[in-house]
C-alpha cells in the first residue's frame, strides 16, 4: 500500500511564537498498514525536531559565549596596540627633545631607545595585528555558520542594509584561516567590478559575505593548485540585479567534469549531493575528515533567501559559479539642506557625562568598558560594577548618590537583566536589572531623573526569556 504520512509539528514565525504547521513527511510503499508507516514519520519527525533543537542550542552558544569572547580578547588587543602606539609616540617626542638639545649644546645622557627595543617593538605590533585578524576571522566564521543553520531550517530573516559589496567580496578573499595579512597573496583573487565605481546597495552582506566566500573556498579546492581565482561583480541597472561571478581554472580531471549536462550540473546544489571527480579529490585530501556535501546545497538556500538563485558551468578553460538576485540601489534620504540623514557620523557623549554599568559577567563588563571609552565617557567618569555581591545589592545606592552629588552632570546608566549574584562559587540569587532601574526612578527627582538615560540589556538569546 502507498500512504502519504502527514504529522503536525511547531515552527518559529517571524515574532518567534510557536505556530503549529502542517508537514507532508513522506510516502512509503509497504504492506504492513499505515499504524507502521506513521511510525515511521513520527520517528522522522523526532529526529528533524532534535536536530533543530540543537542547532537552535549551537547558535545560542555561538552567539553569546564563543561571539563575546572573541570581541573580549580583540577588546584587550585594542588597548594593547594603544599602550604601544603611545610608547611609540613619547619616544618620538624623546627623540626630538634629544636633537633640539644637541642643536643648543647642552649635554645629553645615552638614549634609551635602542635599535634592538625598536625592533622589538615592532615585532610585537606585527604578532599583535596577526593575533586580531585571525580573531576577527574566526568570528567571521562562527557567526557565518550559525546564520548557516538558520538558512538551513528556514528561520532566517534577510537583514537588508546599505552595504558596499565590493568591499565585502575583498573581506572574504582570503580563505586561508592559517595565513596572516601579510602573507595573503591578494593578486591571486583578483575582483572586477562593472560599472566602476560600483553602486552601494540594499542587500544582506552576511548572505552575500557567505556564498563569495564558499565560492573561492570552492574554487581554491578544486580548481588548479595556486591558480588565479577571479570575481567579477556586475549590477545591471534596468533589472535590478546583482551578478556575482568566481571563476578558476581547470583543476585534476576537469575534463570530465566538461562532459556533463545542464541537469547534472544543477544537481550540484542537492543536499548531501558531491560530484564524484570532487568526491575521490576531496576523500584524498583530507584524511581522516568528511563531508556531507551539503556545502553547495546551503550556498543555493542563502541564494534562495534573497531571491535569487546559484549556478554552476564547467567550461574547457574554467569553471564559473554565478549567484545572482534582485536587489535596490540605495538612495540616501536628503534633507532640504542636502544632507544625507543616514550618514554615520562620528558620535561622543558630552565631557560632563558620567557611564554607569553593571553586569555580572567578567567579558561584559570588559565589552561595556571599552563601549563607554568609545563612546566618549572619559575614564575617570566611567564606573562599570558587578564583580561581587556587594557591587550588585549596593547599586542603587551607588547610583542614587552619584546622581545627586553632581547636579550639573548626565548619566548613561547600562543594566544588565539578570544579575546573578554569588558568593564564592555558590549562587545566591538573581536580581532584576528592571527592578533595580525602578529603584533609582522611584528614589530620584524629576528633575534629576532627566539627566539620565537608563537602558536596560540582556545578552541571553533563549526560549524563556
Not at 510557536?18 to 522522522?44: D, K, P, T, Y
Request: aromatic content about 6%.
Amino acid at each position: 500500500c502507498s500512504h502519504p504520512v502527514w504529522v503536525w509539528a511547531g515552527w518559529i514565525g517571524k515574532d518567534r511564537s510557536i505556530r503549529n504547521r502542517e508537514i507532508r513527511i513522506g510516502q512509503w510503499n509497504c504492506c504492513v498498514g499505515s499504524s507502521e508507516c506513521f511510525g515511521m514519520a513520527s520517528a522522522l519527525l523526532q529526529r528533524e525536531v532534535t536536530e533543530r533543537q540543537k542547532d537552535a542550542s549551537a547558535n545560542r552558544f555561538t552567539r553569546h559565549e564563543v561571539k563575546n569572547g572573541l570581541l573580549a580578547a580583540m577588546g584587550l588587543l585594542e588597548s594593547t596596540r594603544e599602550v604601544l602606539e603611545l610608547e611609540t609616540s613619547d619616544q618620538s617626542q624623546h627623540e626630538t627633545e634629544t636633537e633640539a638639545e644637541k642643536s643648543a649644546g647642552i649635554k645629553i645622557s645615552p638614549c634609551t631607545y635602542t635599535a634592538q627595543s625598536m625592533k622589538l617593538r615592532s615585532d610585537l605590533g606585527d604578532l599583535i595585528a596577526e593575533q586580531d585578524y585571525t580573531l576577527s576571522q574566526i568570528l567571521d566564521t562562527v557567526l557565518a555558520e550559525a546564520m548557516a543553520r538558520d538558512v538551513v531550517h528556514g528561520i532566517y530573516q534577510p537583514d537588508r542594509q546599505r552595504v558596499n559589496v565590493r568591499e565585502v567580496l575583498e573581506s572574504g578573499n582570503n580563505t586561508d584561516s592559517n595565513s596572516s595579512p601579510k602573507t595573503v597573496t591578494y593578486h591571486r583573487f583578483p575582483i572586477r567590478s562593472t560599472p566602476d565605481p560600483f553602486p552601494i546597495l540594499v542587500i544582506d552582506q552576511q548572505l552575500v559575505r557567505y556564498i563569495h566566500r564558499n565560492a573561492i573556498s570552492n574554487a581554491v579546492k578544486f580548481g588548479k593548485q595556486n591558480g588565479e581565482v577571479t570575481t567579477n561583480v556586475s549590477y545591471d541597472y534596468i533589472r535590478g540585479e546583482l551578478l556575482i561571478e568566481v571563476i578558476n581554472l581547470p583543476g585534476d580531471d576537469h575534463d570530465e567534469l566538461v562532459s556533463l549536462n545542464e541537469k547534472e550540473m544543477s544537481e550540484v546544489f542537492l543536499p548531501q549531493t558531491m560530484l564524484e571527480v570532487h568526491q575521490k579529490r576531496h576523500s584524498e585530501e583530507q584524511v581522516g575528515r568528511s563531508s556531507d556535501g551539503d556545502g553547495a546545497w546551503i550556498m543555493q538556500k542563502c541564494a534562495n533567501v534573497l531571491g535569487g538563485s546559484c549556478s554552476i558551468g564547467f567550461e574547457p578553460q574554467q569553471t564559473t559559479f554565478s549567484f545572482h538576485c534582485p536587489c535596490g540601489i540605495y538612495e540616501p534620504k536628503v534633507t532640504p539642506g542636502g544632507v544625507d540623514k543616514e550618514i554615520k557620523v562620528m558620535f561622543r557623549l558630552p565631557e560632563t557625562t558620567w557611564g554607569v554599568a553593571i553586569d555580572d559577567s567578567d567579558v561584559q563588563r570588559r565589552l561595556l568598558s571599552r563601549f563607554l571609552l568609545l563612546a566618549g565617557v572619559r575614564m575617570k567618569r566611567k564606573i562599570v560594577l558587578g564583580q561581587n555581591a556587594e557591587e550588585i545589592e549596593g547599586f542603587v545606592n551607588t547610583v542614587v548618590g552619584l546622581i545627586e552629588a553632581n547636579l550639573d552632570d548626565k548619566f548613561l546608566i547600562i543594566v544588565d537583566e539578570n544579575l546573578n549574584v554569588m558568593e564564592g562559587v555558590a549562587h545566591k540569587g538573581t536580581v532584576s536589572g528592571t527592578r533595580l532601574i525602578k529603584q533609582i526612578r522611584e528614589r530620584l527627582s524629576e528633575e534629576d531623573e532627566e539627566r539620565t538615560l537608563m537602558l536596560v540589556r540582556s545578552a541571553n538569546d533563549s526560549k524563556e526569556d
